[in-house]
């Protein structure tokens, strides 16, 4: 059982990640370290492969549990495409953080087919291993000094087995509603980073290009004609994307 974190102070800022790790022998090892400047995306993804890699050498699954929907919806879902298409977005873009999705993808390939679980968590709600691993990777980002545990499970101080029943990723209800009322569909969603405009197909596309970058903007356009007043507001043009 692993639980990884990441964290960055100004995202992007100094920053720092966390791993706490329970085997089936009842032994508990902590891990943690700092980079600077960085994201939070960086720091999350830093998170769960420094915990494939202290686990090279120990076979057997893994369960894995994380609060960040963008490590867990990149390599359950995104990944697909991105290495499809040569590592470019659907909209033609490069991917962000490649090299860290490149090195996850080859530890998860090593260790065997199916032999990862991925599960999330919500942060800051009360489970134990969640809030150390938030704990360690805050504590590394800030600069302040973190003492990491190692050694049997009857002597660390945290419930590591307290879980919720429910560890899969949130979705948006269809239909889901604001005051009462039912949400327009998307016809596309925008996201300016880096002073470059792009049109994306879902939601979730859009928000791993913006997540965790600093001064990037997004909104859904629910027609042709919305799309292009926002873009306008943007200063762009509709050709623009």
Not at 64 to 78: A, F, L, N, P
Not at 232 to 241: C, T
């Given at each position: 059982m692993v639980f990884t974190d990441g964290a960055a102070k100004g995202n992007p800022g100094p920053g720092g990640w966390g791993v706490v790790i329970l085997t089936p022998h009842g032994q508990v090892f902590e891990l943690g370290g700092r980079a600077a400047p960085t994201t939070n995306n960086r720091m999350e993804l830093t998170g769960a492969i420094q915990a494939l890699v202290r686990l090279l050498?120990?076979?057997?699954?893994?369960?894995?549990?994380?609060?960040?929907?963008?490590?867990?919806?990149?390599?359950?879902?995104?990944?697909?495409?991105?290495?499809?298409r040569g590592w470019k977005t659907a909209e033609g873009g490069d991917v962000v953080n490649r090299e860290l999705w490149e090195q996850l993808w080859s530890l998860i390939v090593a260790r065997g087919k199916d032999a990862i679980e991925w599960h999330y968590v919500r942060g800051h709600s009360g489970i134990p291993g969640n809030?150390?691993?938030?704990?360690i990777a805050d504590g590394f980002a800030v600069?302040?000094?973190?003492?990491?545990?190692?050694?049997?499970?009857?002597?660390?101080?945290?419930?590591?087995?307290?879980?919720p029943a429910d560890t899969s990723v949130p979705t948006r209800p269809a239909g889901a509603t604001t005051g009462g009322k039912?949400?327009?569909?998307?016809?596309?969603?925008?996201?300016?980073?880096?002073?470059?405009?792009?049109?994306?197909?879902?939601?979730?596309?859009?928000e791993a290009r913006v997540k965790g970058r600093s001064g990037a903007r997004?909104?859904?356009?629910?027609?042709?004609a919305d799309e292009a007043a926002i873009l306008?507001?943007?200063?762009?043009?509709?050709?623009?994307?």
């Open positions: 050498e120990t076979p057997g699954p893994l369960a894995i549990y994380t609060d960040s929907t963008y490590v867990i919806k990149g390599i359950r879902e995104w990944i697909w495409g991105w290495r499809r809030e150390r691993v938030d704990e600069g302040r000094g973190i003492d990491l545990y190692s050694g049997p499970v009857t002597g660390y101080p945290r419930r590591l087995l307290d879980l039912p949400k327009a569909a998307a016809y596309s969603y925008l996201s300016v980073v880096d002073g470059k405009p792009m049109r994306h197909a879902t939601w979730t596309e859009c997004f909104k859904k356009a629910v027609s042709k306008r507001g943007w200063h762009f043009e509709p050709g623009d994307v």
